[in-house]
């Protein structure tokens, strides 16, 4: 069994920053893919960040500039680093990993800027 923990969220002000961590434990042996997604309050989940194994990096136009996103593929996590917050990044922020052909998704950590 798969379990992501993921960590980092928050309340900032706008202009500031927080890193999201999400480590993926269990019997997982190679990981494809990880990525950040969210989900503000009556819109749909969206991408944010997701990073490749060979280390492809793809972004949401929204946060180009601003998130980075990175990751320690012996520590099978993902991290993003998000600078610069806006009030509109405000969402619940969700891990993805895909691995061993499975699709697995975290439970979640909140993220709020204040204006």
Not at 3 to 12: F, H, N
Not at 15 to 30: D, K, P, V
Not at 58 to 67: C, E, I, L, Q, T
Request: aromatic share 8%; hydrophobic share 35%.
């Amino acid at each position: 069994q798969v379990q992501l923990v993921e960590s980092g969220g928050g309340l900032v002000q706008a202009g500031g920053s927080l890193r999201l961590s999400c480590a993926a434990s269990g019997s997982i042996f190679r990981i494809a893919l990880m990525g950040w997604y969210r989900q503000a309050p009556g819109k749909q989940r969206e991408l944010v960040a997701a990073i490749s194994s060979g280390g492809n990096t793809n972004y949401a136009d929204s946060v180009k500039g601003r998130f980075t996103i990175s990751s320690d593929n012996a520590k099978n996590t993902a991290y993003l680093q998000m600078n610069s917050l806006k009030p509109e990044d405000t969402a619940v922020y969700y891990c993805r990993v895909v691995g061993d052909g499975m699709d697995y998704w975290g439970k979640g950590t909140q993220v709020t800027v204040s204006s």
